[in-house]
């Protein structure tokens, strides 16, 4: 990768790292415009001004756009949602991974014997 291609990805993640950057476009991948109520809704445990900070930042960087109707992908950002599809396959099969993992430490844990203090 070139340090220019590096330069890219790192700007981009750092717009995506923002705090609900992501589930702003996860909530539009679908393709249907969204008011900025049921934006809100979709996203989920953001804060109008947060919420309109991202709106910003997201239509800065040409990834949603607004019309008359609501918020949506532009093309651009259509792309980078079809691309995070991945995630949504990846991420049942690290979740199964993670309770796995997890109920292992509890089981490891209690079947470890207790020393009496000395």
Known sequence: MSAKDNAAVIRLF???????ALRVIWAL????????????DSVGGVTPNTLNTRLKELRAARLIEHDGEG???????????????????FAPKWS???????????????????????
Not at 14 to 20: I, K, V
């Open 14 to 20: 750092d717009l995506l790292e923002a705090r609900y």
């Open 29 to 40: 991948r679908d393709g249907h415009p969204q008011t900025f109520r049921l934006l809100q």
């Open 71 to 89: 918020y949506r992908l532009t093309s651009q950002g259509a792309d980078l949602a079809r691309r995070l599809l991945e995630v949504q396959q």
């Open 96 to 118: 199964q991974q993670q309770t796995r993992a997890a109920a292992t430490a509890t089981a490891l844990a209690q079947s470890e014997p207790t020393h009496p203090p000395a």
